[in-house]
């Protein structure tokens, strides 16, 4: 017997899979839905969605533009990690869902709802962060998962039951989509059905927002970002919003064939996936802020960051963003930024950003200590006591393996 749902929140996009969901909830449960569809810069109309959640009798609907706040509070967060999951991916989906599961919980309780619901699959990362991030900030709140709930587990069935219930669907989401798409203002993510098999190259018709490096202007492209406290704030010397920086960043990389990424990545789940990401903007910034840290960080500082940044990006990348060891971390980090200030100046160039500058009022680089020239600061004989002290264990140890063995201990 199904649980009893008064109202439930529903993340909802307005296309075909979560309008069926939507359809579903109703039928299924009986209960009131309210939709909630976020604008995180993934670059589609949103209003069409209302006009559906209406059409289903929906009476409360939400439709929020979360771009600055996105940026602001979870895409610089993690950036000022330099955060990287399994090396090279920027995390561009992961951190996108703390943010909407949060609102989620926020209507919930501002529309007196019990329950929320996810269009995420039973096999993926994403029905994951979703519901962590539902409990962290809930702990009694119901979840709903259609995907692990209903027997719609084909495209067929999901056409039929669309057509039953007189939903519309577009001509051309008819037929079997060649892969998914998730996309928000940090990057998009393309994966499964034609990009499954990890041997075969992706085609070009795959990546919608970088430009082929073969295809990029043979002439490079130079910009100057500024940063205070390790968030960028200016673009050759323009002052921007976070989303302002990000989107310009995203037309400057994407230009520049700057940010394309083909990933076999380990899932939370337990199994390995294959996506194809551009992030064009952030793959730019994470060369700048660590350009910027390179000149303002003690070597102390940026050893331990590194240390600590793979926990970090994988309790992202897990959906542990609302964890207490994630916060942890982040003060950690926070607290490396208070001098991460200055100038990078970066060349952009087909496929590649390359730092060739950087400045800073906060610099620990001094030219008088690395001369090769003659200096007054630095005496070069302190060397050889350091060194001497450094060596001594490794002495001592092969002083050891030389000597001859005791005849007791033989």
Known sequence: ????????????????????????????????????????????????????????????IYIEDLRE???????????????????????????????????????????????????????????????????????????????????????????????????????????????????????????????????TEAPEYVYNRIVSPEEAPDTPTYIEIDFKKGDPVAIDGVKMSPAEILTKLNELGGANGIGRLDLLENRFVGMKSRGIYETPGGTILLTAHRGMESITLDRGAMHLKDELMPKYAELIYNGFWFSPEREMLQALIDKSQEHVEGTVRLKLYKGSATLVGRKS????????????????????????????????????????????IPPAYE
């Open 1 to 60: 017997m199904t649980e009893k749902i008064n109202k439930v929140v529903l993340a909802y996009s307005g296309g075909l899979d979560t309008s069926i969901i939507l359809k579903w909830l109703q039928e299924t449960y009986d209960c009131e839905v309210v939709t909630f569809t976020a604008d995180l810069g993934q670059g589609e109309e949103l209003e069409p969605a209302r006009k559906k959640a209406e059409m289903f009798g929906c009476k409360e």
């Open 69 to 199: 706040e996105f940026v602001r509070d979870y895409v610089f967060p993690m950036f000022r990690a330099n955060a990287l999951y399994e090396g090279v991916y920027l995390l561009g989906t992961s951190i996108a869902r703390p943010l909407i599961a949060k609102r989620q919980i926020e209507i919930a309780k501002a529309t007196g709802a019990d329950a929320v619901c996810h269009g995420a699959t039973g096999k993926g990362n994403d029905q994951v962060r979703f519901e962590l991030g539902y409990y962290a900030l809930n702990p009694d709140i119901k979840v709903i998962a259609p995907w692990r709930e209903w027997d719609l587990n084909s495209r067929t069935k999901l056409i039929d039951y669309a057509e039953k219930h007189q939903i519309p669907i577009a001509k051309d989401k008819r037929g079997e989509a060649p892969f998914s798409v998730d996309a928000n203002l940090l990057h998009t993510s393309s994966e499964g059905k034609a990009l499954e098999d990890p041997w």
């Open 361 to 404: 009022p906060k610099s620990l680089y001094s030219m008088e200590h690395v001369t090769f020239e003659e200096d007054q600061v630095y005496d070069q004989r302190d060397a050889e006591g350091f060194i001497k002290l450094n060596a001594l264990r490794l002495r001592l140890q092969k002083k050891r393996g030389d000597a001859d």
